[in-house]
């Protein structure tokens, strides 16, 4: 089955005009926050469906509104929905009660914190970045969660999010939604040590590429990355280096250390950043010749060998350019023999 349908926001100041449907027992969004939309009728421009659908259920007659995007929504095995996305800023009339559910305006940090769909959260994201006309496809199994979300033909980074005690919520999110409002998600972190003369240990660091969405330019972990939704720490830490590093770690060297809790707050790009990771952490020791290994330039501009105590004193005294946390350098530094 295929339907073309449109969705529109009727956004004032910092707030959106949602609907929460809650007044039909047999509603594919039942108790769901969404805009104003519907289904298009035989004949109609995706703008003739827009006017008719926000006056059918909020009484307003637009004036002012912008083609956001097209979203393209899978569920299950039959259903294909091709949606045409809008904001308005203009408009006209008396706000009705509407049939559908009740209609609120709502502040748009608080919109975080609703009932919405996943996918949802990724386009109202866009919104917010004000992102150029887009195309979003959604993919969503039979019971309604995530599988799949693509930007403009690219695969976006879905995650497990996490309850308190580290056990898997049901709800997966989109990478950037996580970062946005805080969610706990999975991580893996491997350092890369190899004796030395000095401390015992240099520490292989990577310098983050000036391009990354957190921290960029700063001296960090030899390799890590996020727990793709259903994929396991192992997996993923072997991912990890062959992606960023090009090296293909041996599996029985990786010595588990522990778990590693993260939490920060910050703003890049004029954009707010909140990272909140349960990191698993490995130490692999190996003598690697970094000049044969290849980077992942969008993730690594480059790797060096540090010696372990002055890795940690350049951390204290924050004399280096570095997003490394202090009780996670100590647990690699107990694991080499050296702290602790």
């Given at each position: 089955m295929i339907k073309l349908t449109t969705l529109c926001y009727l956004e004032k100041e910092d707030q959106y005009l949602m609907?929460?449907?809650?007044?039909?027992e047999q509603d594919e969004n039942k108790d769901k926050w969404i805009g104003a939309g519907g289904k298009f009728e035989y004949g109609e421009s995706p703008e003739d469906c827009l006017l008719r659908e926000v006056k059918e259920e909020t009484g307003y007659?637009?004036?002012?509104?912008?083609?956001?995007?097209?979203v393209t929504f899978v569920y299950g095995e039959d259903t294909v929905e091709y949606m045409c996305l809008y904001t308005a800023d203009r408009w006209e009339g008396k706000q009705i009660i509407c049939t559908e559910g009740d209609l609120e305006w709502v502040k748009k940090e608080e919109i975080w914190k609703m009932n919405l769909w996943e996918g949802d959260r990724i386009f109202f994201r866009l919104l917010t970045e004000e992102t150029p006309f887009f195309s979003l496809k959604l993919v969503y199994n039979i019971e309604g969660t995530l599988k799949q979300a693509v930007l403009n033909g690219k695969k976006l980074e879905l995650f497990d999010i996490l309850n308190e005690d580290g056990t898997k919520s049901g709800i997966v999110r989109e990478r950037g939604v996580a970062h946005l409002d805080g969610s706990l998600h999975a991580t893996v972190h491997i350092w890369i040590a190899r004796p030395n003369e000095k401390s015992g240990y240099d520490i292989l660091l990577q310098r983050r590429s000036h391009h990354k969405d957190s921290s960029p330019d700063c001296l960090d972990i030899s390799s890590a990355g996020h727990i793709s939704t259903g994929d396991g720490f192992l997996p993923s830490a072997m991912r990890e280096a062959k992606e960023e590093l090009g090296l293909t770690l041996d599996p029985e060297k990786l010595k588990e250390l522990g778990f590693h809790r993260k939490k920060f707050e910050g703003e890049f790009y004029g954009r707010p950043f909140r990272d909140n990771q349960l990191s698993k952490v490995y130490l692999y020791i190996e003598a690697i010749d970094i000049t044969k290994l290849t980077l992942q330039e969008e993730e690594v501009s480059e790797v060096i060998w540090m010696d372990y105590q002055e890795c940690k004193k350049g951390i204290q005294e924050n004399t280096i350019k570095n997003c490394i946390y202090?009780?996670?350098f100590e647990l690699v530094g107990k694991g080499l023999g050296i702290d602790g």
């Open positions: 609907l929460h449907r809650t007044k039909k007659t637009l004036h002012s509104w912008r083609f956001r995007g097209i202090l009780d996670e």
